[in-house]
């Protein structure tokens, strides 16, 4: 259940059109839902900001239908990470609204009238071999009420396709920087901003590059300080982590402000470069 849900049920409560026993009843299950296998949280977008998320890898399509049903039942958003086309599937039987992103892997109902998006995350990638991963946490982050600008495929194989986004980057809140290969995008980008910058190793790369744990290990050593690293292939925690950052920003000076007459209009769509990824 949403602050907003509550809010309105302890107005009506206050307003004398709903008595204290049914919404008392109404908010019996705030905690959670124990389904046996799976317990629903309805208390986390309370604590947290954003309702619990599903990972639908490991768990069956009935699990993920049961689970969607109960979250929508509580709020207006659902968002399912690691989801094949039978998870969607199922869960479209019991939301008709749900949309699936194939590349992403991402399930999303989202039925607010008006979908947030606060401050600027920049979500940047090595080559367009790493978007799968950057795709779910640029959708995951959108979906958590972020303004989201993709640059994909500015690698360091041709640093200057990065260095033509400064103001870009510059403008953000928080930056998830997707690279895998040798992992040396989100060093490069560190050095050159003052926000935080969320660094994800993909398992993109031939064998010396041991499905990620190479560009992990380049991350974790950078020399670039002001940079967190998650683990590999994983866009959602990426932003999860950059939605605090930036929701806690939102409002406030942005990171570094743009010169006089240097105001920076946030480009549509996605960057494109030449391609540094198999």
Do not use: W
Request: net charge negative; charged share 20%; glycine share 10%.
């Amino acid at each position: 259940m949403d602050p907003d849900r509550i809010r309105t049920l302890l107005e009506a409560v206050a307003g004398g059109t709903l008595s204290a026993d049914d919404a008392l009843e109404r908010l019996r299950s705030l905690p959670y839902t124990d389904q046996g296998d799976v317990k629903i949280d309805h208390h986390r977008a309370l604590r947290c900001g954003f309702a619990e998320v599903i990972l639908c890898e490991g768990k069956s399509a009935r699990q993920v239908r049961n689970a969607g049903r109960e979250i929508l039942e509580h709020g207006d958003v659902l968002l399912g990470t690691r989801a094949t086309a039978s998870h969607y599937q199922s869960l479209a039987q019991v939301a008709a609204d749900a949309r699936y992103f194939e590349q992403a892997r991402i399930i999303v109902v989202d039925r607010r009238e008006e979908r947030p998006a606060e401050g600027h995350i920049v979500v940047a990638t090595g080559g367009s071999a790493d978007a799968p991963v950057a795709e779910e946490a640029a959708i995951s982050a959108e979906v958590m009420g972020n303004r989201v600008t993709r640059l994909y495929d500015v690698g360091v194989a041709g640093v200057h396709r990065l260095l033509a986004h400064e103001n870009v980057l510059r403008s953000a809140h928080a930056i998830i920087a997707v690279a895998g290969m040798e992992g040396a995008l989100p060093s490069i980008v560190t050095g050159l901003v003052r926000c935080p910058v969320i660094a994800v190793p993909t398992s993109v790369g031939y064998g010396a590059s041991f499905g990620g744990v190479a560009a992990l290990l380049t991350m974790l050593n950078s020399c670039a300080s002001g940079m967190a690293v998650v683990n590999i292939d994983n866009g959602f925690g990426a932003a999860a982590m950059a939605s605090r950052i930036n929701h806690s920003a939102a409002g406030l000076a942005a990171c570094i402000e743009p010169a006089e007459g240097d105001a920076y209009i946030p480009p549509q769509g996605t960057a494109h470069a030449e391609d540094d990824t198999p």
